[in-house]
Each structure stands twice: as C-alpha cells, then as structure tokens.
C-alpha cells in the first residue's frame, strides 16, 4: 500500500465506481477496465533517442467503466475533471484540448486501421496525480485501448495497443513522445522493471529484490504539462544533434553511438547546447545499462549512484530539471540511508524517485517533506512504490 502525504485513494473500491457510473448513467451491465501509471528508475529522454530504458508499472493508475450502446453517441466522463462531453462517433476530430484528446485519439487510431467507432457510456477515475510526470496521459490512452480492443472485438495484441497509444500522443494530441510510457503501462509485471530497447521494442523482465530499500516517489506539485513544456524542443535539438554527426556516421538516434565513439566524432558538433544534449542521452544511455546489471547484482549501493549521476545529468546537460525538483533531490541525499535520487518523467516539474532505506522511509517523508516546503514554498506528496502490473480488465 503506498505511504501517502496527500488525498488520493490508492484501492478504488470497485463497486462505487460502478455506483458513480449509475449515478450518471443509469443501471445496466458494464466493463470495468485498469492501466497503471509508471515510474522510470533511470534512462530518462533516452526513449525517443532509440535507446534502453528501465521503468516498472506502478499499482495506482486510472480506471475506466464502460457500457456500449445501441446509438452512435459517445459519452466521455471523469471523476477528476469536470468537463463531460457527448459526441457522434462521426465526430473524432483534433482540436478539443480538454482531457478527453487522449482516449479520443486512441479511438482515431482504431479508426484509421479501418475499425468503426461504436456507440458508448464512459467513465474514467484516476488516482495519479495529474501533472506529476507518472504518466497519467499515456494511463489513460492505456486503458481506452484495451477496453475499445474488446468492445469492437478487434483482437489486437497488447504490444500493437501500446504503438496506437504512442501514436495517438504524436499524432493526435501532439506531444512528440518516445514508447517507454505506453511500453510500461501496458507491458508491466508485478514486482518487475522492464528493461526496455526503444528501438527495437526487445525487452527483458528484472525482478525489483531491493534488499530492505524502498522506492519512494516525491512529488513536488509543480505542475507540468507536455505539451507546454520544452519537452518538443528537446527531441528537436537531438534530431539536429544526429544530423550532425550523420557527417561522417550514417546513424539514426543518437543511443547508437558508445560513449567512447562519441568522444572520437563530438568535434562534429559546434552548437554548445546540442553538445550538452547528446552527450546527456549518451552518457545516461551508457549508465542504464550499468544500473540494470547493479540491480540484478543486487548492488544497490552502486546503483544509487548511477541514479545520482543521471540526475546531475538531467540537470547540467539536458537542463530539464528546474529548483524544485533539484531542492527536492538535495534535501533526499542528505538524509542518512538515501543511496542515490534523480528526478523521474519528462522534468520541468513532477517527480522524484529516491532509493531510500526501509527503516527510515517514515523520517525521509517527514524530513525531506519540512525541508522543501522551507525552501520552495510547496508542500511535497510521497508515495512508496507499489509495482504493479500492466493495464487489463478488471470486471
């Protein structure tokens, strides 16, 4: 059960979202369906680069309750935003920046694979806090995929859901994003870290033996959207970075050049700025692969510190990270029994993940919590990772 500062309810009862369901729908048969958030434990903008990566599945995420109907009318509802909305199924269109682009545009996807939209009651509730960087978007996409698979009765494997859901964020609300999100919410195993190659979807299962750690996750209520965010920008200065180095190494993302490959051809790069980019995803693709082999060593002391590294990474390099997430980071290491912490997600905002010994999780909460509120002027939420699996019928 994870440990809470904050409001969220972390094991919705299913039996009362089937009654705010009624409330708003009326009685009758329904579907209920889940797809986790996500937390990634280090490889951060690696994904879109074509590189490894290694999150795990989280137990709280969003939960959906569906009901088709015999008209073309859909109805879209949620538990956490006000905004409701009918449409015709004739009526998938870009343009609504309200939270319902994101199962509209999975819809799209179906759509365009030549599948025909049915008529139905939806009701969506989440318990991720929105804007936190535990990808409450792509839990969201998750979750509409899977239940229109088996609405429609398309009988599309889990894999192809996740790509509709990845394409669905590009295409159709706009955010540029890599598959390690989608990948991990729809492909996550309890108590696992999926060791994940985005290039070529290869992916291997690490089961998460932490040796009396918790993960824990702060979160610093600086909101952050995507889509506003510099999050575009980035993968843009990356692309440019690659056109460079095409010069003279015919590569096509940046994670396929070695750290020391990387030394010989960084000449080729004059923009400072496109240097500090590519030589984060480099060197942060190079201390994935490290940090995966720590944790199956069960060292965790050594991948504290590569959680560390990747933090002042983001931080220097990549510049995503900003004074709250760096204070929070701070405050984390100093505490006694902290081996490493870094910022998790997309930055600019949102979350932290602190590898913090068993004993003192309570003390971490309390003090770290005190200390950033002091310095920031926000009041910090924790939660103690739950590792959960991926997104699936529940009823």
């Known amino acids: 059960m994870p440990t809470s500062t904050n409001q969220y309810d972390f094991k919705m009862s299913i039996e009362k979202l089937k009654e705010q ?17 996500r937390v990634n434990l280090i490889g951060e903008h690696v994904d879109y680069n074509g590189g490894r990566v290694f999150p ?18 859909i109805f879209f509802a949620s538990e956490n935003f006000e ?9 998938i269109l870009k343009g609504n920046d309200e939270w319902v682009k994101y199962p509209m545009g999975v819809i799209d996807q179906f759509q365009q694979k030549g599948f025909k939209a049915k008529g139905m009651e939806l009701l969506f509730a989440g318990n991720i806090p929105n804007g936190a960087g535990l990808s409450s978007s792509a839990s969201v996409e998750l979750v509409m995929a899977v239940a229109f698979n088996e609405v429609i009765q398309a009988n599309l494997n889990q894999v192809e859901l996740v790509k509709m859901s990845q394409r669905a964020e590009n295409d159709f609300v706009g955010v540029n994003c890599g598959i390690m999100d989608q ?17 070529t979807l290869e992916y291997d299962l690490v089961p998460l033996e932490m040796e009396g750690y918790k993960l824990v996750i702060g979160n610093t209520n600086k909101q952050r959207g995507l889509a506003d965010s510099k999050y575009n920008e980035r993968r843009s200065e990356c692309d440019r970075a690659v056109e460079l180095l095409r010069k003279e190494k015919e590569i096509n993302f940046l994670c ?6 990387f030394e010989d051809l960084k000449h080729l790069i004059g923009d400072e700025t496109l240097l500090k980019r590519a030589k984060h995803v480099i060197s942060e693709h190079g201390r994935v692969t490290k940090a995966v082999l720590c944790l199956i060593d069960r060292d965790m002391v050594r991948f504290g510190q590569f959680m560390n590294a990747s ?8 510049e ?6 760096d204070t929070m980071v701070e405050e984390a290491r100093k505490i006694d029994g902290v081996l490493g912490s870094r910022m998790t997600g997309a930055g600019f905002g949102g979350c932290t993940v602190s590898l913090v010994k068993e004993e003192v999780v309570d003390s971490f909460i309390k003090t770290v919590g005190e200390n ?6 926000l009041k910090a939420d924790f939660y103690v990772a739950e590792i959960g699996d991926g997104a699936r019928r529940l009823d």
Do not use: W
């Open 21 to 37: 369901f009624f409330n708003l729908y009326g009685k009758g048969d329904c579907k209920i369906y889940f797809a986790p958030g």
């Open 311 to 318: 933090h002042d990474s983001l931080r220097d390099d990549y």
């Open 320 to 325: 995503v990270t900003g004074v709250e997430l």
């Open 56 to 73: 795990c599945a989280l137990s709280y995420g969003t939960y959906l309750v569906v009901r088709e109907r015999e008209d073309d009318s």
């Open 183 to 199: 990948f991990a919410i729809g492909m996550g195993v309890k108590n696992h870290a999926l060791a994940l190659n985005c290039d």
């Open 256 to 261: 396929e050049l070695t750290e020391s490959e």
């Open 372 to 377: 950033y509120k002091n310095r920031v002027g």
């Open 83 to 91: 905004y409701k909305i009918r449409i015709t199924t004739d009526q």
